[in-house]
């Protein structure tokens, strides 16, 4: 095969858990491709992951993302089959057009596919449909040989449970004793009145470690409360992919459930009992939490209030026990080290009233803006929105600032898996926002229009009006939703103001730190 201008190729590795497939069939197959590859004299540049080739959503294949970023590096992509780029029929043909218009070849050890070329192009999409048409039938099986299997108690997850051990012989669990002490522990805690939180400071303060990392969180705690496994039953879950809001999602069909498939940790009844206890208390706390209900109504900051020391979302709560009406919880979450986010709660209505206040200010800043522009004309505006680009600049580099922590964040095993990706999607979010905010200001500068500038102004300084004649708070919160993208909170108190009571004057009046990020 002779080399073309373009140097390298790229060399793409897919293999599916849910066929069975693991770490040693990723190299075989690298191990197979890499020999053809230097056999026929080409360089190459390996793209790998552990997908299904069944999703329908092409965004979830990172990869292969990465192959089409850098395409014009490539000469071509070498996969072992046709059925490692995709068995769905849809996503083969997405891969198909990006290729055409890439005009990347697709290289295999028996064939190469030239899509400009009709033939090739009808031979792939044939087999397309004949690897799409395959891959269902390998999904039914593959779901008939789950049910057979847990039916006879055996497990058919990656990974056991805390808790247990899987034998390698029988595939059934075994209780491994360490951990099912913990186990134990918390349904005990559980059943004293202790919530999750509380577990879990509980847990790390003594020493306990979960199985992959060095601090308990909230949702491990939830999941084993939770976990009918530790009843002695396996639970399959029957999966469909559905699209719903524009995103792609998993609703589980049916529950198929398999009880004395393997030793109990935790009695039927201590479990049944545990599992009432929690939804009990689930209802009870809807009854106060910041909820759209008529009980609890809504704040005027509901949804906009975030931790000013981590980052997270905050809780509103409503104090139904005394006059104290709304309260601003304290952050519950996990931040470096397993310790707790330091930040204090308060009484909400505080901090509403220098929202409210900081929003005149914001009013007058916004007019004498407007005055400014059209006194000074252009210049004025460009020097506003130069000013702008530089601090959206200084908020990105503290965002891949972020990103960088997270790393050491993942490694050290304080979050889930879930917890890491919705922070890393968090982060994400909040860097394709400035930057379109950062593009957005740079070509208003290129092609000033005080015109537009004014009216925007003009808009917001109306909707600040408009909230003056709000009465119901569910009002006066969308109307702050419009321009405020969220409202940073911060009250860190020193060790010697917490061990005061909490109505002694000093503790009560500790100062707090508001910034309100508007969405201009």
């Not at 049910?147 to 029988?170: C, D, H, L, Q, V």
């Not at 026990?321 to 919880?329: A, L, R």
Request: glycine fraction near 4%; proline fraction near 2%.
């Amino acid at each position: 095969m002779s080399s073309t201008t373009k140097k390298k190729y790229a060399l793409y590795l897919r293999i599916s858990r849910e066929h069975g497939e693991n770490e040693d069939t990723l190299k075989n197959h690298r191990e197979v491709l890499t020999e053809f590859a230097k056999r026929e004299g080409m360089e190459y540049d390996i793209y790998e992951e552990i997908v299904s080739g069944m999703k329908q959503d092409i965004s979830e294949r990172e990869e292969f993302h990465k192959i089409f970023t850098n395409a014009e590096n490539y000469a071509g992509i070498i996969v072992l089959k046709l059925d490692r780029l995709a068995r769905h029929e849809t996503v083969a043909m997405q891969f198909k057009d990006l290729c055409i218009d890439y005009e990347l070849p697709i290289i295999t050890p028996t064939k190469t596919y030239d899509l400009k070329n009709q033939s090739d192009a009808m031979l792939y999409s044939l087999e397309a449909i004949f690897s799409a048409t395959e891959g269902k039938s390998i999904a039914y099986r593959n779901k008939l040989n789950k049910i057979i299997r847990a039916r006879r108690g055996e497990w058919i997850s990656s990974k056991p449970a805390f808790g247990y051990r899987r034998n390698k012989e029988t595939k059934k669990l075994e209780i491994y004793e360490p951990e099912a002490e913990i186990v134990r522990y918390i349904f005990k805690l559980h059943s004293q009145g202790y919530g999750s939180f509380k577990i879990r400071d509980i847990l790390n303060e003594e020493g306990y470690k979960p199985q992959r990392s060095d601090y308990w969180n909230l949702p491990s705690i939830k999941r084993i409360i939770k976990n009918e496994v530790y009843k002695g039953t396996v639970v399959f879950l029957d999966r469909k992919r559905v699209k719903r809001k524009d995103k792609y999602t998993h609703e589980t069909v049916e529950e198929i459930k398999f009880e004395n498939a393997h030793p109990a940790i935790i009695t039927v009844d201590e479990w049944n009992r545990a599992n009432q206890d929690r939804i009990n208390r689930a209802y009870s706390a809807n009854q106060v939490r910041e909820k759209p209900a008529v009980k609890s109504g809504v704040t005027i900051l509901k949804d906009i209030l975030y931790c000013g020391n981590c980052g997270r979302k905050l809780s509103i709560r409503k104090d139904n026990k005394s006059s104290v009406g709304y309260t601003i919880k304290r952050c519950e979450y996990l931040i470096d080290k397993g310790d707790k986010c330091p930040n204090r709660g308060m009484k909400l209505e505080i901090l509403e009233k220098e929202v409210l206040k900081r929003l005149k200010e914001k009013r007058e800043k916004l007019s004498d803006a407007i005055q400014q522009f059209e006194i000074n004309g252009n210049e004025e505006v460009k020097k506003e929105l130069e000013q702008r680009v530089k601090q959206i600049e200084k908020k990105l580099t503290e965002i891949k600032s972020q990103e960088k922590n997270l790393i050491d964040i993942a490694v050290s095993g304080i979050f889930t898996r879930e917890e890491l990706k919705e922070k890393k999607e968090e982060i994400e979010n909040n860097k394709h926002y400035y930057e379109g905010k950062v593009k957005q200001y740079r070509g208003e500068i290129e092609s000033i229009d005080m015109k537009d500038t004014i009216n925007k102004y003009q808009e917001v300084i109306n909707l600040i009006d408009r909230i003056s004649e709000l009465k119901k708070p569910e009002e006066i919160n969308q109307t702050l939703k419009r321009f405020i993208k969220k409202v940073s909170y911060l009250r860190i108190m020193p060790e010697e103001v917490l061990k005061l009571s909490s109505q002694n004057d000093i503790r009560k009046g500790y100062p707090y730190k508001c910034h309100i990020e508007f969405d201009d």
